[in-house]
């Protein structure tokens, strides 16, 4: 009897080790499944190349750039564009005082006022235009009895005075303007020729 105990319990120990065995070879087949779709995945997930990633980083700083450009003519349009509604405004308000005045001289003719008044208001109002033009730093371009210069004249005829050498302006039709280096209005004038 104790050889049958010892047989089936050897059966028994046997046979845990076949399920034992068993069991590792399914877990170990299990396991060479994973690895497999491990491999697949890796395989169907191609590695990232460094230059594909620094292309797209550069890609992105671009982008970002360009935003950021855009943003910045945008801003430069408006402060512009105030700026240009600024001066605007500041050269307009130094000449609404001059046409007060001249409002005033056509009122003082109207009412048949002292000429002599309307003459002196005249020249007062003058002298205002001629300040305003000197607080916005405008300037008349010389052009009386100085050489022909066509960056600042603009002849519109031909004279004869054999008094004066060639190419000297003898005579001024309209007076000229500049803004420091900028002409604003070329002086139209005579041009001296003795041939």
Do not use: C, W
Not at 108 to 129: H, L, P
Not at 157 to 181: A, C, Q, S, T, W
Request: hydrophobic residues 35%; glycine residues 4%; negative net charge.
């Amino acid at each position: 009897m104790q050889d049958n105990e010892m047989k089936e319990k050897q059966a028994e120990q046997e046979a845990a080790e076949a399920k034992a065995a068993e069991q590792e070879t399914a877990e170990a087949a299990e396991a060479e499944k994973a690895e497999d779709a491990k491999n697949a995945e890796e395989a169907a997930e191609p590695e990232v190349d460094p230059k594909d990633a620094k292309i797209e980083e550069l890609q992105n700083r671009l982008l970002r750039l360009q935003a950021d450009f855009e943003n910045f003519r945008r801003r430069t349009n408006i402060e512009k564009e105030q700026l240009s509604t600024f001066v605007t405004a500041n050269v307009v308000g130094k000449f609404l005082k001059v046409l007060d005045n001249f409002e005033r001289a056509e009122a003082s003719v109207e009412k048949g006022d002292n000429v002599d008044a309307v003459v002196d208001g005249m020249k007062k109002i003058r002298r205002q235009f001629e300040d305003a033009f000197k607080d916005l730093k405008v300037e008349e371009i010389e052009a009386q009895n100085v050489k022909f210069d066509p960056n600042i004249h603009e002849a519109v005829m031909r004279g004869h005075n054999p008094e004066l050498d060639d190419e000297i302006v003898d005579m001024v039709f309209e007076k000229g303007y500049k803004l420091g280096d900028k002409v604003i209005r070329h002086s139209k004038v005579r041009v001296n020729t003795n041939e």
